[in-house]
């Protein structure tokens, strides 16, 4: 039988507001589920700030730099070592990505080697809580606060995390979220952006929705179809928003499951020479997903196909996105080494059985003799 790197929890009320959305007519992007998934998000979070629905986390992204004012040649610090999501959207605003190391021990940025010469035009950092981690954010928020630059933080896997208690996503200027089917809770497709400030939001949710404006400025009336800026068709539908509240409802117990698995899979692997990815001090991580290091790459390979060998899925780490063909140019090699070719991803679904992380250790141990 196949072990699935990943498969959504839908064991909550996902059905019954399905139908009440599908029951209400309302199956686009307005509905009462938009605006209960909105509010109910940003009060999981801190319940002192705004949010908005987007169709997914790229876009929220490409929102929240809208949203900042970031403009064509202006320059986005962001890290190699992520999904190549968090970076794409720099060069769809006409921004210029500046890459950063990442440390080995937590995949996140190096808060170490981060430029203490950074460019006039340096406008903002991307900060991806990689994998359900986090880096040391009160030196972050210090390094940007000296050199005057925006933070976005890129929650997509972090949804849960928190540093000194407090959730990531509330740190920054504006955070962004994605609820993938493979995420913490998921609406099959979906984003989120979330600020304290709530004009980023306000300026987001403008450009979100093709650019309508509310009132003509000419005349200082409300006009139906006027736009008054450039833009997209990035909203949420009604029946998304539904799936993700009824998935929002129960995200402890899943962050609680997922930490149970993390701590199983680290105890029976604890005597071997693989590491597994575990949350630094202060922070509690939702474990997004299992990373296990090897050695080398050799191991890593020869562990990854004998998984297959026995229908366990996995999946690599992100190889740095300064290596892809569009970044090559980048001026700066961050590239972490080999450290993307020595790890792997493990099943993490908050349903996967002790019996089965058993079956997959005993595995990895059987290939690491």
Known sequence: MRIPIYQPQLNGNEKQYLNEAFDSGWISSNGEF??????AFAEYLDGSGYAATCCN???A???ALLALGIQKNDVILVPSFTYVASANPIEMVGAKPLFLKSCPQSLQINIQTLPEQLPDNAKAIIVPHLYGM????NALLSYAQKHSLRIIEDSAESLGTTYNKQQTGTFGDISTFSFYGNKTITSGEGGMLYSKNKLFIEKATHFKSQGLASLNPQKNIKREYWHDVVGYNYRMTNLQAAVGLAQLEKIEDKIL???DIHKRYALSLKDTSARILSESENTRSSYWMICVIFE???SCSKVRTALKENNVDTRPLFPPVDSMPMYQN????CSCNDLWKRGINLPSFPDLTPSQIE????????ELL
């Open 34 to 39: 938009i605006h209960r998934f909105e509010s």
């Open 57 to 59: 986390g790229t876009v």
């Open 61 to 63: 992204i490409h929102l």
């Open 134 to 137: 986090t880096t040391d954010l």
């Open 257 to 259: 499951q997922k930490r």
């Open 296 to 298: 080398n790459p050799e």
């Open 330 to 333: 980048a001026s700066i090699d």
């Open 359 to 366: 079956f997959i250790t005993d595995i990895i141990k059987k």
